[in-house]
């Protein structure tokens, strides 16, 4: 039998001098409330849990049931074991400080319990993402400002994928792992060892609708693309667009891909659509970590210096050639 996800982390924690074992325990908790969402985004309109809440996030979207059920689950997942002094999610504002009822640990966690959530009433897949931080030394009350740390600072990144199979994938700086929850048993063994995205790739993933708010450099990068053989280059393309980020990352690591959601001038007030600190960070280091690469179009994600928890990025990432293509389209542009 393959090993389950904590057996996996213990025994690559045996590397990591002075490991205390919080971390495994934190990573413990974060496997549980992936279970536990797991179970209910599979259950849906039976224990009827789907359709949207009446209410909007801070970012002004639309909340599902499911956004502030998987909110809550895994706030109540992580809060009490004393690993964490305080979490920050896409549903909430402001950070949520681990209650004074509880002991306070030296990690900081960043998640968007629901990825992809306009995809749940159509039962396309979703997924969750988190991001590990440590707390910085001698903070015992953190503040937003705690959190404003570049991805290369990252502990920990990962994704669980609520698909056809509920799987999670983790990095911790050493490689990527995907593990598959086997639910007879009620856990994830690892069933995709070391995860590597090929260099190469003839498959993009962009929300065409927005063609015509793109910058020049990515509409050259994808008219190149659908022309293919026809225009300049050497191989045709193909395209997809799940709209549930999570999905995407994994169709790239299993089998290469070029994933972009540049800037667009539709609202010239974002930057982007995607957030730093709990989409755009935790996939670039899975990301970078299975050989791909992760870009605004102009820096590297993971060395950007956060502004906001909530901020975001213009995203392209995948396959390391395309990515170097797309990315030196910006060069002087
Ligand atoms: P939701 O969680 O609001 O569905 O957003 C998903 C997401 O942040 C990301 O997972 C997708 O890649 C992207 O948005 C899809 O955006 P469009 O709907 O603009 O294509």
């Excluded at 509880?102 to 968007?112: A, E, R, S």
């Excluded at 856990?187 to 063609?211: K, R, V």
Aim: charged fraction near 20%; aromatic fraction near 8%.
């Amino acid at each position: 039998m393959s090993k389950s996800l904590i057996q996996f982390i213990i025994e690559e924690q045996r590397h990591v001098q002075n490991a205390s074992g919080d971390f495994t325990g934190l990573l413990s908790d974060v496997v549980s409330a992936c279970k536990q969402i797991a179970h209910d985004v599979n259950k849906g309109a039976l224990i009827g849990v789907l359709g949207s809440a009446g209410s909007e996030n801070v970012q002004g979207e639309t909340q599902k049931k499911l956004d502030i059920i998987t909110n809550e689950v895994f706030i109540k997942a992580n809060e009490w074991s004393g690993h964490l002094a305080a979490m920050a999610s896409e549903e909430m504002e402001d950070i949520y400080p681990i209650p004074a009822k509880y002991p306070k640990g030296k990690y900081l966690i960043t998640f968007d319990p629901l990825d992809g959530s306009s995809n749940i009433d159509v039962n396309i897949s979703v997924g969750t993402i988190f991001s590990i931080l440590r707390c910085p030394e001698g903070v015992t009350n953190p503040t937003a400002a705690d959190f404003m740390q570049p991805g290369t600072k990252q502990v920990c990144a990962g994704y669980a994928l609520y698909g056809p199979n509920t799987m999670m994938v983790i990095t911790t700086g050493h490689g990527v792992n995907g593990f598959t929850l086997d639910r007879d048993v009620g856990d994830f063994f690892l069933t995709h060892p070391n995860m590597q995205i090929p260099a190469d790739t003839n498959e993009f993933a962009i929300n065409m609708s927005n063609q015509r708010y793109w910058e020049k450099p990515v509409q050259r990068y994808v008219e190149e693309c659908v022309k293919g053989k026809d225009g300049g280059r050497e191989k045709n393309f193909n395209m997809r667009w799940v709209a549930s980020m999570v999905a995407e990352v994994h169709r790239i690591l299993t089998r290469g891909g070029i994933f972009m959601y540049p800037f667009d001038t539709k609202d010239p007030a974002k930057a982007g659509k995607l957030r730093l600190m709990y989409e755009a960070n935790p996939m670039s280091f899975i990301v970078e970590q299975a050989g791909g690469v992760s870009s605004t179009g102009r820096e590297r994600i993971m060395d950007l210096q956060p502004q906001g928890l909530h901020q975001r990025v213009p995203v392209i990432l995948g396959s390391k050639n395309e990515v170097e293509r797309a990315v030196s389209y910006h060069k002087g542009a």
